[in-house]
């Protein structure tokens, strides 16, 4: 048992060896989900109900006219700086506050969406993670194995992207692209959810395709290398996972303790959710009668709570996995998929948590199996967990 | 020096704790969704003064779940100041809440009727079938 105990203490939190490109990559598809998930434009004039900064802070300036066109540029400025690995630990700091405050203003108008969170907090906790390196380690802001000509060149090019995109986005929304390819091969006939993926998959190219250029500038900057170490993926799985616990523990506060025998009635739920979807628009897709599973579910609660209580431990095991890719590959799988079966049966969908478990949760282990596979023409890759 | 699994079982229990504690002030959140799992569930929705429903969303921007949400918290709120529960409170306590949410609903939307009403939506499982039983919450 002592041995079990000693094992299971020392295989705990192990830090994960990083690659530098792999650092890049996992930067760059975090800075694409980010730009994603950012809105294109912001509408809530008033602050009614504060929360978070928005205490102390009046916001309403980001939805004046105009503003936040700029404020989208300005972020994605940034963005691209973080995918370059420029001055990091000014730079994460400053996507984190310009993430945090529009989502701070939107969830102070008396209600929570529960979409931005676990982006904004996996940012804060990458920010405190980054500062702490760059003081403990002494690292200075600006690379100094790359010569100043070349990252002022790469500063003008993420300016000169940012004014461009600033410019576009007045003609044709950036996450608009996929309608305009849609419409230009004449594939007008397809449905919301099908242009929303053609959306996607120009989308993600596109910002790719941006942010590789002034990468290529700053290769070899230590300021980018000093990611390439375990504690930028530690991190990040560490703030997901504990998100996931938070609402394990809410659960059992809230319930006092009786959520495990109690789970089946989230069944009713499902009718709830149906329910508000119909009153919200009207939408006659929702104009239906409970779901037949539903009634099942109540009819066989012992079951249903199995069910239910199989996602909280899932959620819950999460904390006992980080670092160990092959795990977290699996499980965040699991959870994508869990994701996915709630969507089904709720219509209840949070696409930032599965993009953040596809970052840090699925794909390292996938870039691992990348690295084995070119292993013998890219021998200067370290080892990984 | 403490071991690393010790410092990040620490700032794990500090995290949990604080997001706890602070409840809903973004970015931190206690994740209060579906943690009370009850044998009767509930929802708003808004309707016009002859109990036709609204579709708030396309309307206004705020979706039905929003209006409950905005509805629950300020009930909180208000039961807490009163030193009662939500579902305990006396149906003129409610009113200035609904009156506010109502407001809040016409300043995002000038196309909202002159009288309004909010239904109140139980549901529950009985005799092997969902039960639905709706009323008027509060009406101009």
Redesign the interface.
Known sequence: MKTWLTRA?DN??P?PSVTARDAFILRLLLAVALFWFFPPFY?DA?Q??P???A?WFDLTWISAPGVFAIYRAVFFFFLLLLVSGFALPVTLPLVTLMH?LP??LH?S????F?G??IM??TL?GLSVMSIWLATTRRMTLLPKSVPPARWALMLLIVAALSAALFYFEKQYRLTGLGSLVCASLGLTSLSADATGWVNLFVFIPAFIALAVVPSLLMRGAESADFFANGWFLLTAQ??IA??Y???V???F???DGM?LF?????A??F???L???Y????DPQYAAD?PAY??MM??NPFFTAIFFDIGVLLETAM?FLIGHRKWTCALGIVLIFMHYVIAGMMNLFFPTHVAMLTVFWVLPWLLMQRRRLVAPWDADQPSAK | MLP??AV?LI??AV??AF??AVK????????????????????Y??TDGDGN?L????LT??????????LR??GDEHAKKLGTKRMKMPASEWEPICRE?FA?LR?KSDMLPAKMRIMH?T???KD???L?TPRVFFAE
């Open positions: 203490w705990l939190f830090l509408l008033r009614p109900e929360v978070g900064l205490h945090i989502a701070t969830n108008q008396g209600f929570t529960h931005n969170q904004s907090l804060l560490f703030v504990g998100a616990l938070i609402s523990f809410s659960k506060i809230r319930s959520w109690n789970s089946h009635y989230v009713l739920d009718v709830k959710t329910r508000q979807n009153y919200s628009s009207l409970p539903v009634v109540m009819n904390i | 690393r699994q990040l700032i794990l995290f949990i997001s706890l809903e002030n973004f970015p931190f959140s206690d994740y209060p969704m579906y943690t009370d799992p009850d044998p009767v569930s509930e929802y929705h808004v429903p579709a708030v969303r396309t921007g705020i979706t039905c779940p929003q209006v409950g949400k905005i918290k300020r949410t809040d300043a939506t549901i529950e499982y092997g079938r969902i639905e």
